[in-house]
Structure formats: structure tokens, C-alpha cells
């Protein structure tokens, strides 16, 4: 039976983070059998808001292509591909530009909180405003049927059906395909800092990195966010919004001794070095194989960029049959 086609992907804009690896990363190596996978780095669209600093860009690349495979995602079984080497991906966003207006674009509920957090008021570049589009291109270029999101990324989905459905209908041919988001499981922990903060980011400094030395992941560990008011080893603690404990959620594989231990910290007696020793032993052994493949790859750079490039080339022929399709469906295929 012929597999589906999943497309995903990250922004090179820094190293992915504990975050990253428990929210789409380990599931991304979990699906790679199951389907026919496509891993955009997507650095066009990184640049819709880093124009005057590409080599934030270029450095990135590599430190995100290193992260993938040292989390086990096998290019043997997926494609990895770089976004700006697909031209045409451009193409494809310039024809779904004059089916989508800007009034359309502005309501995405994602584009509008992005704007807001970014501040970019009357500097808002063009390039950022008409991503939405730009991802429809990505995803319909290679016929994905699954996109894995979170819950804060299905307007972005959800456009690109509605550009499916309009293109398809006002050339009259059933060229595009419309993907169905594949939410992240019920009950996955969301991380967040290290100083307790909602988002986990590079430019918070409050993120544990999958490529941090043994002594970075302790130190931060020590530092952790925990509860204010638990001030003494005897005083009773809250686990809730409790920054060790919602690490421990998502790492700790002995939810009996976990519960055992929440119990104890709440009633009192349980300190909170003792709870991010714990915390930093399970998190050295998650991270410590993940670390040695990467200084593995480190090594092997060359390898690296051969995974990239091979990737590109592959990624490339698919996106090429389906502009073919779409310049022949609008009628501009002139010169067959």
C-alpha cells in the first residue's frame, strides 16, 4: 500500500531544544516508517524576518541538519531537503498570490499573534505577511496529505485547503491536494523555560539544548524555575506550574516513584535540589546518546551536506511535476 506524504519542517534561527525534541522531534522519528516523509529547513521562510542578518541563517542550517540526525531521523527513510534550494517553491507561492488577497491574509489568527509578539507595526515585512502562502506552496508541492502541528499552526492549515479549494475550482482540474493536520497526542507535556517562562527560546536564554555539555544541561537544571514559596526542605510545595516537576512530567518513565515523589514534596520534607538531581540523572541519559551522535556528525561534515544536498535534488523533481501540473492547469505551459 502506497504510504502517505507527511511534510514538516524547522526555521534555522537556532539549535533545537528539549523543547523541540518532545514536541514534534521524537514523534517525527516514531512516523518515518509509517510514512513518506518530507523535513524542510525552511531558511526562505526564516529569512521573512532575519533579511539583514542571512548569516544567523547559514549557521543554523547545519546546527538543526545535526540535531535531526542525532535524534534518529534516518535520511535513508526521509527526505531533508533546504527550502531556498527548490525554486520552484517561488513559483508556486506567486500563482497562489493572485487567488489570495491581503485582507485574508491579515485575519490568520497565527500571522496576527506573530506580528504582535515580533512588534513589527507599520515595519511589517511583505515576506512575513504572505507566509501562509508560502507554506500552502511548500506543502502542496509535495502532495502532503499529513502536517504535523500544533494546535496554534492550524489557521495555517487551514489556508492552504482553502488555496487548494480555490485554485481547484476556478481552473477546473483537481490538481492540488488538501492535508489534514496531525495534532500532537492528548496529554503531551509542553515545556516551558527554564525560569518558569510560558515560551522556551534562544533569545530568553532559558532553554536546555540538545546539544549542551553534560555540566550546561546541570547547571541549568540547578537554576530551574520552582515554587517561590517552598522555601524550606519542611515546608509543603506545589507541584503545579512547578517547572522541575512539568520537566519530570515529560522525561521521568517511573510515573510510580514520580507520584511517590510529588506526594512527598507536597506535604513537606522533600527538598528541591533533591528533585533536580533527579530530574538532571534522567535528562543526562536522554541526552547523552543524542549528544555523542552529534559530535559524531560534527565530525563528519562533509557527510552532512551530502544528506542536504541529496535531499534537495530529490525534493526538487517532486515540487518540478507539480508546477508542471499547475502551469498546465492555468494554461501558461506556452513552449511544450
Known amino acids: 500500500m502506497k504510504k502517505e506524504i507527511l511534510l514538516t519542517g524547522d526555521r534555522p534561527t537556532g539549535k533545537l531544544h528539549i523543547g523541540h525534541y518532545i514536541g514534534s522531534l521524537k514523534n517525527r522519528v516514531q512516523l518515518q516508517d509509517q510514512y513518506n516523509s518530507f523535513i524542510m529547513i525552511a531558511d526562505q521562510q526564516a529569512l521573512t524576518d532575519n533579511a539583514r542578518n542571512p548569516e544567523k541563517i547559514r549557521k543554523h542550517l547545519t546546527e538543526v541538519t545535526l540535531d535531526y540526525l542525532s535524534v534518529g531521523i534516518d535520511p535513508s527513510k526521509v527526505n531533508i531537503f533546504v527550502q531556498s534550494q527548490i525554486p520552484e517553491l517561488n513559483e508556486l507561492t506567486m500563482h497562489y498570490l493572485n487567488i489570495v488577497t491581503v485582507s485574508r491574509l491579515k485575519r490568520n489568527p497565527t500571522v496576527k499573534n506573530e506580528i504582535k509578539e515580533k512588534n ?25 496529505t499529513v502536517v504535523p502541528v500544533g494546535e496554534d499552526q492550524i489557521p495555517m492549515v487551514e489556508q492552504t485547503k482553502e488555496i487548494v479549494r480555490s485554485f481547484n475550482s476556478i481552473y477546473k482540474r483537481e490538481v492540488l491536494i488538501e492535508p489534514n493536520a496531525l495534532l500532537p497526542e492528548k496529554g503531551l507535556v509542553r515545556l516551558p523555560g527554564i525560569d518558569g517562562k510560558a515560551k522556551m527560546s534562544k533569545s530568553l536564554d532559558n532553554a536546555i539544548y540538545l546539544s549542551d555539555s553534560p555540566d550546561a544541561i546541570q547547571k541549568k537544571v540547578m537554576s530551574m524555575y520552582t515554587d517561590p514559596n517552598h522555601i524550606r526542605v519542611e515546608d509543603p510545595g506545589n507541584v503545579e506550574n512547578n517547572t522541575v516537576f512539568t520537566y519530570l512530567d515529560a522525561f521521568c518513565l517511573d510515573k510510580v516513584k514520580l507520584e511517590e515523589m510529588k506526594e512527598h514534596y507536597k506535604r513537606g520534607g522533600l527538598g528541591d535540589v533533591k528533585v ?40 526538487r523533481s517532486v515540487a518540478a511535476e507539480t508546477l508542471l501540473e499547475v502551469r498546465e492547469a492555468i494554461g501558461i505551459n506556452y513552449f511544450k
Open 120 to 144: 513589527f507595526n507599520e515595519s511589517l515585512p511583505a515576506g512575513f505577511l504572505i507566509y501562509p502562502v508560502s507554506q500552502a506552496a511548500d506543502i502542496t508541492a509535495f502532495k502532503a
Open 276 to 315: 533536580k538531581r533527579y530530574l538532571n540523572d534522567i535528562l543526562q541519559a536522554e541526552l547523552g546518546p543524542i549528544r555523542n551522535k552529534r559530535n559524531y556528525y560534527e565530525k563528519n561534515l562533509d557527510y552532512v551536506f551530502e544528506v542536504l544536498k541529496r535531499g534537495s535534488l530529490n525534493a
